[in-house]
């Protein structure tokens, strides 16, 4: 799946492509992202920080097809991930209207695996995520269907905006619409 700016009629210049590949293995889905980056920034110091303030930071948005629960991760380059659990598509909105508190989604316990890497054109990422993280109990993940959508916040280290896009066809830059999520079914 290819990022992009569905929202723009245009890419912005600024814009840096990337592309996210996924897959399963028994209990587990597997995610590669590949991102091009002219210039890896984070502030990001630690996990559960508000990462996509902080700089340059790739996003999962998952949900199991069958359930309303869905998981938003953030991993930046600096090797640290924001881990947020939503009971259903409303808490954004809760959130939004300063209902709640984000610190009430967070997750302290690791929900997956991942390693983050330098290549000369950017930066990598692997996730390993159990089934039991979406909240699954499927010990094989043939035919499963879930609801996906990546999305990047690519920061330079100049204080400029960071550059959205996303796997997704979004409307609006608003990574949260479900209706825009891909349905992927695991084969």
């Not at 996210?20 to 590669?32: F, I, K, N, P, T």
């Not at 869905?70 to 809760?94: K, T």
């Not at 929900?111 to 000369?120: E, G, K, N, S, Y």
Request: a negative charge; aromatic letters at 12%; proline letters at 5%.
């Amino acid at each position: 799946m290819a990022f992009r700016q569905a929202w723009l009629e245009a890419p912005l210049k600024e814009f840096r492509p990337g592309e996210v590949l996924l897959g399963w293995q028994a209990d587990s889905l597997l995610v590669l992202a590949r991102l091009e980056d002219d210039c890896l920034f984070t502030r990001m110091t630690a996990d559960n920080q508000e990462a996509w303030c902080l700089g340059d930071v790739f996003e999962l948005f998952l949900k199991d097809a069958t359930r309303e629960n869905y998981l938003e991760l953030h991993i930046a380059p600096s090797g640290h991930r924001l881990q947020l659990h939503f009971p259903d598509a409303n808490a954004i909105l809760r959130l939004r209207d300063k209902e709640i508190k984000l610190t009430e989604y967070y997750v302290t316990d690791s929900l997956f695996d991942f390693a983050v890497r330098p290549v000369p054109t950017g930066w990598e990422v692997f996730v390993r995520l159990p089934a039991a993280s979406l909240g699954s109990q499927a010990t094989d993940l043939q035919g499963t269907e879930i609801l996906a959508s990546f999305s990047r916040y690519d920061y330079d280290d100049q204080g400029s905006e960071p550059v959205l896009s996303s796997t997704s066809p979004h409307e609006i830059a608003n990574f949260h619409r479900q209706q825009e999520w891909r349905s992927l079914t695991l084969v």
